[in-house]
């Protein structure tokens, strides 16, 4: 008997072209945890519009997902550097540090959100760091 798959079909999204409409789909995406399917939908909202800090967040966002650590840090670098005041940008960038090892470098940015956030998740950030390099 003969195999008969049938391929599905590319996922369409209306106003994906739109970097405001694919800003709002990529969030869903990413918050359903399909990065790869968010990325698709990124590129080309930054294609028209590669400066779009809440695209690149979300890019940044999806690098982390698929654990491209080196994207999500260049990409966060660059984010962090234009808002330095944006902790969620710090801690992501934590993260992506201490992903890698980079416990020295991580340490300050996980520092930074944890007092300007004073979310409990990212004060544990800090500890498990500065247990991890032994900074404590």
């Known amino acids: 008997m003969e195999d008969f798959t049938l391929p599905a079909p590319p996922v369409i999204f209306p106003g994906q072209n739109d970097p405001a409409s694919a800003y709002r789909v990529a969030f869903d995406l990413l918050a359903r945890r399909a990065p790869e399917e968010a990325l698709q939908i990124l590129e080309p909202a930054l294609d028209q519009d590669p400066g779009n800090t809440g695209l690149r967040t979300l890019r940044a966002w999806a690098y982390l997902i698929r654990v491209q650590l080196g994207p999500a840090e260049s990409e966060l670098r660059s984010l962090v550097d234009e808002h330095p005041d944006d902790d969620w940008l710090r801690f992501a960038l934590g993260r992506a540090l201490e992903r ?37």
């Open 100 to 136: 890698q090892s980079k416990y020295a470098e991580a340490l300050p940015h996980l520092r930074l959100a944890a007092a300007m956030s004073a979310d409990p998740e990212h004060e544990l950030a800090v500890l498990r760091v500065e247990r991890l390099s032994g900074a404590i």
